[in-house]
C-alpha cells in the first residue's frame, strides 16, 4: 500500500521516477479524526517498517504527562492508538516540530521526504537538504518505500529563487528584535505565494531562532518550502547564486508601512484590558529560548498561565538541569510532545484571548482554540503574563 | 458550453452547486473536518460549508496536514462533491488516494485554470467522469 501510495503521487505530480531517500519527518501522526489512526493500524497489519530514519512530529497527547488534555475519551483513545501504531512503524518518538533542534540534521544536498510544514522550510533553507512538502499519509509512505518521487524540491534547478525580498530600508535595531522575523514571515508568505525568494539587504546574519520563527510564519500565510538569505543560508552566499544567476521575475522592496501591517494582521484583537493566558513554542522552544524565558521571568509568579510548548529533547535537559520545578512553581505549563493548537490544552472560554510571540500560534489559534490573539515579543509576552492584562513596550 | 478540465484523480460523474473560493485555504485550521465549515476567520468565505459542493480551489496554502483533513471529510461522508485544483497539489490530493486505498468511496477531482472560477461559482454544474463541465441552465 505504501509504495502504490508513492507510486500514485509520482504519476499525479508528473515523476518519471523515484529517488531513494536518506530520511524521513514524519507530520501524519497528529489525531484529526479516526480515519487517520485506521490508515497507520492497516499498515501496522501488513507488517510495514520505516527503511530510513524517520522522526515523529508533534501528537495529539503529552506523553510525558507535562500538561494535560481535554481530548474527549475516544479521541482521546484513538489519538494514543494512532502515536503507538506510528511507533510499531519503528518511527523515532521525537515528537516534536523542531526535530533539526533535537538531532535530525540531513546534511547539505541529501534527498529526504519531510513533513509539517514549519520543518520543511528549516530542513530545504537553513539545512540545504532536499525535500517537497510531505503531507500527511505520503510522508510515512515514503518512509516506507525509502523512496520519493523525483520533482519539485529534490531537483538542483527548481531551487533557485525567482523573487527578490529586499529588507534594506528596515532599521537594524528592528531586524535584530525578535518580533521582527514572524513579522516578516508573515508578510514574506503572502507576497511569495509558494514561490522562491531570496532575502537581501540584511546587514547582520539572523541566527537559527530566527530562521526557524521566519519559516514557520512564512510556512503558515503562504505555502513556502523553501526560502534564501543572501550570506546566512546554504545556498545562498550571495544574491546571484541564490537567483541561479538569472535576472528575477520581481523585486519586493520592503517598506516599514508593510511590515507595520503585517504585524497588525499578527492580532485579531486589539485594546484588550485583560488576557487569559499566553502561549509561546511554535515551533517548539529550543534550550536557549528557554534560558531566555527564565532570565526574564526571574522567578516571578505569573497571573495567568505561561504554556511553553516545546519537544522532549529540551524537557530532558531542563528537567536534569532542575529548571523545570522552577518554570512550573512560576506558573509556566510546560507542553512536551504536542502544542496548544493541535490539541485542546487551553481551557474553553468565550471571548478568551491569548498572547503570542509565535507568528504562527497567531495564525491558528483563533480557528483552532477559539482564542482571539494577541501578537506581542517574549519580553511583553512575559510581563503580560505577570500582569494578567497587556503590557506592551516594556523594556526589550 | 462545455469546458474541459483534466482529471487528476478518478471518482464518480457528479451534479452539484459550485463554490469558487476566492482566497487560497489551508485545510488544516481551515476547515472544519467536524462540520466541513470554513474555520479560518480571516478567510473570505468563512463559515460557509463546503461538503456536497464542487469546491473550486485556487490556491493551497499553509500546513501539511490538509490530506487527514481531507480524508476525515470523506470518511464522515462530508466530502466535496468533487474537487477542482487550479494547479495539482500532492498535500490535499494525498486525502483521496487514501480513502480509495482504505475502500471509500472519493470525490473526483479536476485542474482546470482559475480564470474559470468566478463565472462558474454559484452554477449547478454537471460533471462526467471524464472532466468534461457543463452548466445546467434554468
Known amino acids: 500500500m505504501a509504495m502504490r501510495i508513492v507510486a500514485e503521487t509520482a504519476r499525479l505530480m508528473g515523476a518519471d521516477r523515484l529517488l531513494p531517500i536518506e530520511s524521513a519527518h514524519i507530520d501524519g501522526a497528529l489525531y484529526h479524526g479516526d480515519s487517520g489512526t485506521l490508515f497507520a493500524e492497516t499498515l501496522v497489519a501488513g507488517g510495514a517498517t520505516v527503511a530510513v530514519r524517520a522522526t515523529l512530529n508533534v501528537g495529539a497527547i503529552d506523553l ?4 494535560r488534555n481535554q481530548l474527549p475519551p475516544h479521541e482521546h483513545a484513538m489519538a494514543t492508538r494512532m502515536m503507538h501504531a506510528y511507533r510499531q512503524l519503528g518511527c523515532e518518538p521525537t515528537w516534536t516540530c523542531a526535530p533539526y533542534q533535537a538531532g535530525h540534521r540531513p546534511r547539505l544536498g541529501s534527498q529526504v521526504a519531510w513533513g509539517e510544514s ?49 529588507v534594506s530600508d528596515l532599521d537594524e535595531a528592528f531586524l535584530t528584535s525578535d518580533v521582527a522575523w514572524p513579522v516578516l514571515g508573515n508578510l514574506y508568505g503572502r507576497v511569495i505565494g509558494n514561490a522562491i525568494g531570496v532575502i537581501t539587504g540584511l546587514r547582520m546574519r539572523p541566527w ?57 494582521r499578527l ?32 522567578g516571578r509568579r505569573l497571573a495567568v498561565p505561561l504554556y511553553a510548548c516545546t519537544g522532549r529533547h529540551v524537557l530532558h535537559i531542563l528537567e536534569r538541569d532542575g529548571h523545570r520545578a522552577g518554570l512550573e512553581a512560576s506558573g509556566v505549563v ?20 491569548l498572547m503570542t510571540n509565535s507568528g504562527k500560534f497567531a495564525h491558528y489559534a483563533p480557528a483552532n482554540t477559539g482564542y482571539s490573539v494577541l501578537f506581542a515579543s517574549l519580553a511583553d509576552c512575559i510581563e503580560s503574563a505577570v500582569a494578567g492584562k497587556p503590557v506592551v513596550g516594556g523594556p526589550p | 458550453m462545455t469546458i474541459e478540465a483534466d482529471v487528476l484523480l478518478p471518482g464518480r460523474a457528479v451534479e452539484a452547486r459550485a463554490m469558487a473560493l476566492t482566497a487560497p485555504i489551508s485545510f488544516w485550521g481551515g ?4 462540520t466541513a465549515e470554513i474555520a479560518d476567520a480571516r478567510h473570505p468565505e468563512y463559515g ?28 464522515a461522508g462530508l466530502a466535496p462533491a468533487a474537487i477542482v485544483l487550479h494547479e495539482p497539489d500532492a498535500i490535499l490530493l494525498l ?44
Open chain 1, 64 to 67: 510525558t504527562g507535562c500538561s
Open chain 1, 118 to 166: 514549519n520543518a520543511v522550510a528549516f530542513c530545504n533553507s537553513v539545512l540545504g537538504a532536499r525535500t517537497n512538502r510531505y503531507g500527511d499519509f505520503l510522508d510515512i509512505a515514503c518512509a516506507i518505500a525509502g523512496r520519493a518521487p523525483d520533482y519539485g524540491l529534490h531537483r538542483p534547478e527548481n531551487r533557485y529563487a525567482t523573487v527578490v525580498f529586499d
Open chain 1, 208 to 264: 537559527e531562532d530566527l530562521l526557524k520563527a521566519f519559516g514557520a510564519t512564512a510556512a503558515s500565510s503562504g505555502s513556502v518550502a523553501l526560502f534564501h538569505v543572501a550570506g546566512t543560508t546554504p545556498e545562498a552566499p550571495d544574491e546571484a547564486t541564490a537567483l541561479g544567476h538569472r535576472p528575477p521575475r520581481e523585486r519586493i522592496r520592503v517598506t516599514p508601512e508593510m511590515v507595520r501591517d503585517a504585524q497588525r
Open chain 1, 267 to 298: 492580532s485579531t484583537t486589539e485594546a484588550a484590558d485583560r488576557i487569559d493566558a499566553v502561549a509561546i513554542g511554535s515551533p517548539h522552544l529550543s534550550l536557549e529560548e528557554f534560558d531566555r524565558l527564565r532570565a526574564r521571568l526571574r
Open chain 1, 334 to 353: 510546560i507542553v512536551a510532545d504536542t502544542c496548544v493548537v493541535v490539541t485542546p490544552i487551553l481551557p474553553e472560554k468565550p471571548g478568551a484571548i
Open chain 2, 31 to 34: 476547515v472544519n473536518p467536524r
Open chain 2, 48 to 75: 460557509q460549508r463546503i461538503n456536497g459542493r464542487v469546491l473550486l480551489i485556487p490556491a493551497t496554502i499553509g500546513s501539511s496536514s490538509a490530506a487527514a483533513i481531507l480524508l476525515e471529510l470523506v470518511h
Open chain 2, 95 to 138: 486525502g483521496l488516494i487514501v480513502a480509495r486505498e482504505m475502500g471509500h468511496p472519493t470525490p473526483l477531482a479536476l485542474r482546470l485554470d482559475a480564470s474559470h472560477f468566478a463565472a462558474l461559482h454559484g452554477q449547478q454544474l454537471v460533471i462526467s467522469e471524464t472532466g468534461s463541465i457543463a452548466a445546467k441552465t434554468g
